[in-house]
């Protein structure tokens, strides 16, 4: 293990009580995306264990999700698709909409953004009960391309979402887990 791959990932996510609303203890990965070595094994990480040329795109979740997804696209040599909220991206879209514990949201992709048999690792900075991520992977899904693997920075395990997405058989993983 060299210099890099020894920082402690965990220690540079800070967490922010009550935001966005009471209740919520937000977990902030500015801090780690602003240091250049942490930053690096970070992307270093989500990439571990896919093979050089298994995946064809990423698939990045709005917003956070972008900011890991460029890193993780350039170290492995392939391009980047973002899936976003209503009415952001211009052109043909697919959406699907998606139950919250409140109401509803939906995620969009460009209709020509994947092609049917394409290879994507689907990257996002969190998962928590795991919707999101679920509503982007049948998105992906109805692109006719394959889902290979899904990766996130953090995982909240109380909340259930990686057990979930696991029981409905997609590879994903986390780099750091709060309890
Ligand atoms: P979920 O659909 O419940 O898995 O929620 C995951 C999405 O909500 C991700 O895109 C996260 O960016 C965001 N999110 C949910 N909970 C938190 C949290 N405690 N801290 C930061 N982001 C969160």
Redesign the pocket.
């Known amino acids: 293990m060299n210099a890099q791959q020894s920082l402690d990932l965990k220690a540079r996510i800070r967490t922010i009580p009550d935001f966005p609303s009471p209740g ?6 500015m801090p780690l995306l602003a240091d250049a070595q942490g930053h690096a094994q970070a992307i270093a990480g989500l990439i571990e264990g896919l093979a050089p040329g298994s995946i064809d795109a990423v698939a990045a ?5 972008f900011l890991l997804a460029g890193g993780v696209a350039r170290a492995l040599g392939c391009g980047l698709v973002p899936v976003r909220k209503p009415g952001k991206l211009p052109g043909f879209t697919l959406g699907l909409n998606y139950a ?1 514990e409140y109401g509803t949201d939906r995620l969009e992709i460009q209709q020509d953004a994947l092609k049917p048999g394409d290879r994507v690792l689907l990257v ?12 982007a992977a049948r998105l992906i899904g109805q692109t006719g391309a394959r889902l290979e693997a899904i990766r996130f920075l ?1 995982d ?1 395990p109380a ?1 259930g ?1 990686m057990t979930t997405l696991k029981a409905q058989g997609w590879d994903c993983a986390a780099l750091i887990a ?1 309890d």
Do not use: H, S
């Open positions: 919520i203890q937000f977990r902030d990965m979740i709005e917003a956070r999700g919250l996002d900075d969190l998962i928590a009960t795991g919707g999101t991520a679920e509503a953090i909240l909340l979402g709060f």
